[in-house]
T-cell receptor
Framework: GQNIDQPTEMTATEGAIVQINCTYQTSGFNGLFWYQQHAGEAPTFLSYNVLDGLEEKGRFSSFLSRSKGYSYLLLKELQMKDSASYLC??????????WGAGTKLIIKP | NAGVTQTPKFQVLKTGQSMTLQCAQD?????MSWYRQDPGMGLRLIHYSVGAGITDQGEVPNGYNVSRSTTEDFPLRLLSAAPSQTSVYFC??????????????FGAGSRLTVL
């Protein structure tokens, strides 16, 4: 079967760095997405990786290793507004998205 | 530019009632989809459409119907509501299909409770 694993919850301190991991087993691979979802709101797109390596976008970076079935989202200089759930999703060989359950990130002052 | 508009935002139904969740997008997106989001689970695809007149089933289609008569609109119908359909529903659209870089734009969500 197809499976996406992420930690359920993480806690970090304002100003620090946090890494949210995502491992996957899917039927084929056409890219990995990270979305951010604040409580009670819709998911919004953060990043897309299809090739191995690191993609940097301001305070957020996303890494992919296709051979390991592994990605991480790195958040630097954490701010209180970064408190949210972070959803990992993989596009399979049929171009369908398989979603992880999300990681709830709690930022403490 | 409104993006993806979903209505209603909240709805309470009794078991056996029917209703329609509305979804409209003004971005000329080909691809539209409906997801449900339940605690502790990833988003699950209910139905999707790759263009006007074309719909297909996702992972959890039972109890739901869709139609796509125009590019803009993609309503989701609950035929006979059951408590198991209590969830938050999201409509999402994207410009293209069959492409890896298929970034979804989500509506604000509809919280449905079935008693």
């Amino acid at each position: 079967g197809q499976n996406i694993d992420q930690p359920t919850e993480m806690t970090a301190t304002e100003g620090a760095i946090v890494q949210i991991n995502c491992t996957y087993q899917t039927s084929g691979f056409n890219g990995l997405f990270w979305y951010q979802q604040h409580a009670g709101e819709a998911p919004t797109f953060l990043s897309y990786n299809v090739l191995d390596g690191l993609e940097e976008k301001g305070r957020f970076s996303s890494f992919l290793s296709r051979s390991k079935g592994y990605s991480y989202l790195l958040l630097k200089e954490l701010q209180m507004k970064d408190s949210a759930s972070y959803l990992c999703a993989v596009m399979d060989s049929n171009y369908q998205l398989i979603w992880g359950a999300g990681t709830k990130l709690i930022i403490k002052p | 530019n409104a993006g993806v508009t979903q209505t209603p935002k909240f709805q309470v139904l009794k078991t056996g009632q029917s209703m329609t969740l509305q979804c409209a997008q003004d971005m000329n997106h080909e691809y539209m989809s409906w997801y449900r989001q339940d605690p502790g689970m990833g988003l699950r695809l209910i139905h999707y459409s790759v263009g006007a007149g074309i719909t297909d089933q996702g992972e959890v289609p039972n109890g739901y119907n869709v139609s796509r008569s125009t590019t803009e609109d993609f309503p989701l119908r609950l035929l006979s509501a059951a408590p198991s359909q209590t969830s938050v529903y999201f409509c999402a659209s994207s410009y293209s299909t069959g492409s890896g870089a298929n970034v979804l734009t989500f509506g604000a969500g509809s919280r449905l409770t079935v008693l």
